[in-house]
């Protein structure tokens, strides 16, 4: 198993700026994808960027030039940098991780998602 524990996660004012980590750790697997996903109450959860393996990455358009990934390999953990925040970025945040390759990565989807951290709240105010 992957065992991914998230953090970072808080309140800030809109444009204000939020780092989320995922520390994954496992003894066997290293995952081929490792993704962001947000969801709020009564929403259908989305996808908000993903990173592969080879370092590819993949952002939803909706926060595409305000978010970056980032990978410490030495500390198995991938920053979420989420800038210019917007009150519509509040939801709490999942880190996921799948091990098999396949488009999934590519398209920001949780269907090949196998491992999932218990999420971070984070909160934008107007």
């Known amino acids: 198993a992957v065992q991914l524990v998230e953090s970072g996660g808080g309140s800030v004012e809109t444009g204000g700026s939020l780092r989320l980590s995922c520390e994954a750790s496992s003894d066997t697997y290293d995952p081929y994808c490792i993704g962001w996903f947000r969801q709020i109450p009564g929403n259908k959860r989305e996808g908000v960027a993903t990173i592969r393996r080879d370092d590819l990455t993949q952002y939803a358009a909706s926060v595409k030039g305000r978010f970056t990934l980032a990978r410490d390999y030495a500390k198995k953990t991938v920053y979420l940098q989420m800038n210019s925040l917007k009150p519509e970025d509040t939801a709490t945040c999942y880190c996921?991780?799948?091990?098999?390759?396949?488009?999934?990565?590519?398209?920001?989807?949780?269907?090949?998602?196998?491992?999932w951290g218990k999420g971070t709240l984070v909160t934008i105010s107007s």
């Open positions: 996921a991780a799948g091990l098999s390759t396949g488009t999934y990565c590519d398209t920001i989807s949780s269907t090949g998602m196998q491992f």
